[in-house]
């Protein structure tokens, strides 16, 4: 009998920012930390820590800042374990009365 491979422990992921530009605006923005982290919105970001630049009527931030927020964001989020409670014993009700 074989066993599947243990899961990884989460890494960091590996991203090519040579490609990427490095002012990008509110969409562009949460279309790449939805493809490298998580799910998120144009309109989440607005209420993240970053500092933005308005370039010619678009708010711009700088993709590095951006990355950092998020990778911030996943490490205080605290890790929870799925599974059914253990009941106690002393939740037990007698069905004899």
Known sequence: M??????????????????LPWLVDRR???QLVSETYFRTS???L????L????VNGRALCE???????????IAAAAPIRGGRLARSP????????
């Open 28 to 30: 562009r923005g949460a």
């Open 2 to 19: 074989t066993f599947p491979p243990k899961p990884k422990a989460f890494s960091q992921p590996t991203i090519a920012t040579a490609e």
């Open 63 to 73: 993709l590095a800042e951006l990355f950092s927020v998020a990778e911030a964001k």
């Open 42 to 44: 144009h309109r989440t």
């Open 90 to 97: 002393s939740r037990k009700i007698d069905q004899k009365t």
């Open 46 to 49: 607005e209420t993240w820590p």
């Open 51 to 54: 500092t933005w630049r308005h």
